[in-house]
């Protein structure tokens, strides 16, 4: 139990899997890129043994064991990637990029996030160092995080090398994204870990995976803390992760725990950004204005403040209890005094109604959040992880809100923190559960409507002859599942297809119909304004590529409205928007009997 409170704290539990694998030999590797740190998990599967999870938790750069390594890259002029992790903070590494004038990548997960996303929130971005591209930069790193896996692999299981050659062309790879990515975005995730050279594209489909941070959280949650045994069936509950630059807050209701747990996504996540990254910047900042007056060289300032950051993202806050007690951080060596800006033996002193202030402008946000998120739901727990989860200060102003409330605040304890999420999704990929979704955009496709006379809004619209002969207008948006429609995993949507196709063909080639997202809250009537361009919140999401030969047989013959003898092909477009990716196939009949066929996702990558 957590001494400030009688509400659970997520305690670690001493367990593997809980099962025994049966299925063919495979490794899987779980890997959370994080904004400001990454990890990753990996188990051997193989037959008749019990599943157990393993955690990288040596990097290059890092003196001792840690679970997590910072999501950082130096680049040359040449935007080729010089350094990585932990390695790429040394000061010997520092040293070299301001000789050579490198520049870092960091932060650079924000850039991928949904434009709509990222416009709601406000989420702010660094730009990218001399102009390398988003997808240079996560293949590179895809690429470094699985070059140190493999020798942590090969170094740490028995008779390693060997199962890595064996397995590892065949290993499945899940990468946790935040809850509001979807199609595009796991698409050029999907592509950057081909690029990384440890998957072929032919392969990529079957072997990337993707699952939710907070889907990957609560899968570890509930099968290695204590948290098991406290939800049950018709609970609902609020997960509020701080992720490194967002904190995201998810809501689930628990369907059933036995024999697997199932849960049912209750509403969209939420974001705020309001992590421990703005704290730290914050702390910065204070630094910076501290230095400036006290007229020491520009060169060792930079130098004690990179080092106080560091020290206070590292240690020194996780031990802030309150304003009343001040705060000490190492900013340099024990013979650097400093009077002016309380410095004493290369600890400065910082009052700690000023750290009490960095945090609490996060707290107000984030409560604000989850304030929203949890609102007409019956939610008991909330479950809080993350950085700022490990702050005394931070733990006791959230549970104290939501203590009053009625709710019970579970905090996963700092040293599951690491590799929880990756550690989740290996979880997951062996035992997936989440039963329903909450959809965070809505789906459709543009459809054609009889131009009428009589109506205004046709007036000034581009038109063009249908097949058939008749004056139509494109643009009309029709809408396939709404944004906010929470959605079972096996929930079909059809789109009726019918084409006129000649007599006999040679080859009937392919069939594309496009998806397109809508991020409003409204139910709008065009998507295309009268000059035929997209309107805002618009957004071409994924092309369906259908093979058109397999239906051959189905073809059936029909007297055009010219007089001219066709034939007409019918199939069913099957889209299935429940899981962690569009699903998609066709159907038709054939002798009465329903066949089914693959179809072909293609995301249409416009901002990445």
Not at 122 to 149: A, M, N
Not at 380 to 408: A, K, M
Request: with cysteine; aromatic share 10%.
């Amino acid at each position: 139990m957590d001494p400030d409170s009688n509400n659970p704290t997520a305690q670690p539990v001493r367990r593997s899997f809980r099962e025994r694998w049966w299925g063919v030999s495979k490794i899987i590797l779980g890997i959370d890129v994080g904004t400001t740190y990454s990890s990753v998990g990996f188990t051997y599967a193989y037959r008749d043994a019990e599943l157990m999870l393993h955690r990288v938790d040596k990097w290059p750069g890092q003196q001792y064991p840690r679970g997590k390594v910072p999501s950082v890259v130096w680049y040359n002029i040449e935007g080729e990637a010089m350094s990585f992790g932990a390695e790429a903070l040394a000061p010997e590494i520092r040293y070299d990029a301001e000789d050579n004038g490198w520049q870092l990548a960091k932060h650079f997960k924000l850039h991928l996030h949904p434009p709509s996303l990222r416009s709601k929130h406000k989420i702010t971005i660094e730009e990218l160092p001399f102009s390398v591209s988003l997808k240079q930069i996560y293949s590179d790193f895809f690429g470094y995080l699985l070059r140190c896996t493999k020798k942590f692999f090969e170094e740490r299981i028995v008779d390693g090398q060997t199962i890595w050659k064996n397995y590892s062309s065949s290993m499945v790879i899940v990468i946790t994204h935040p809850n509001g990515w979807g199609t595009r975005e796991e698409a050029f995730l999907r592509s950057a870990v081909v690029s990384a050279g440890f998957v072929t594209p032919n392969q990529a489909p079957s072997q990337v995976r993707f699952v939710t941070e907070a889907e990957a959280l609560v899968h570890f949650c509930f099968l290695h803390t204590n948290l098991g045994g406290v939800l049950q069936p018709g609970m609902d509950f609020a997960v509020c992760d701080d992720g490194g630059s967002t904190v995201n807050t998810s809501l689930y209701s628990v369907v059933s725990t036995q024999p697997v747990l199932r849960l049912a996504e209750k509403r969209a996540s939420a974001y705020v950004q309001a992590s421990t990254v703005f704290v730290d910047a914050a702390l910065e900042r204070f630094l910076r204005n501290a230095f400036t007056a006290t007229g020491i060289d520009e060169e060792d300032a930079e130098e004690y403040i990179r080092s106080g950051v560091k020290d206070f993202g590292d240690l020194a806050k996780r031990g802030f209890t309150d304003e009343t007690t001040d705060l000490l951080i190492q900013i340099g060596s024990g013979r650097f005094n400093n009077p002016s800006i309380r410095v004493r033996r290369g600890r400065m002193t910082i009052s700690g109604s000023i750290i009490k202030g960095f945090l609490d402008t996060c707290i107000k946000d984030i409560t604000a959040s989850v304030d929203q998120q949890i609102n007409g739901f019956s939610v008991r727990h909330i479950l809080l992880t993350g950085e700022l989860s490990n702050i005394p200060y931070f733990r006791r102003v959230f549970q104290n809100r939501y203590e009053s409330r009625g709710y019970q605040v579970a905090f996963v304890d700092d040293y599951l923190s690491p590799t929880i999420i990756a550690d989740g999704a290996i979880l997951w990929s062996s035992r997936a559960t989440i039963i329903s979704r909450c959809l965070r955009l809505s789906w459709g496709i543009e459809t054609l409507v009889a131009l009428s006379d009589d109506d205004p809004d046709h007036r000034d619209r581009k038109i063009k002859s249908s097949a058939s002969g008749q004056t139509v207008i494109p643009g009309r948006w029709h809408c396939l599942v709404r944004k906010g429609l929470v959605v079972a995993e096996d929930f079909v949507v059809r789109v009726p297809v019918s084409l006129d196709v000649p007599p006999s063909p040679a080859e009937l080639g392919k069939f594309k119909l496009d998806l397109y997202n809508y991020s409003g809250d409204d139910k709008p009537v065009w998507m295309r304004d009268k000059q035929g361009v997209l309107l805002p919140k618009f957004c071409i999401a994924v092309g369906i590529y259908v093979p058109l030969d397999s239906l051959c047989g189905t073809v059936r013959p029909r007297v055009a409205w010219d007089g001219i003898l066709q034939c007409q092909l019918n199939f069913d477009i099957c889209m299935r928007f429940g899981g962690t990716e569009l699903v998609a196939y066709i159907e038709w009949k054939k002798q009465g009997n329903v066949r089914t066929g693959p179809c072909t996702l293609v995301p249409i990558m416009n901002e990445a």
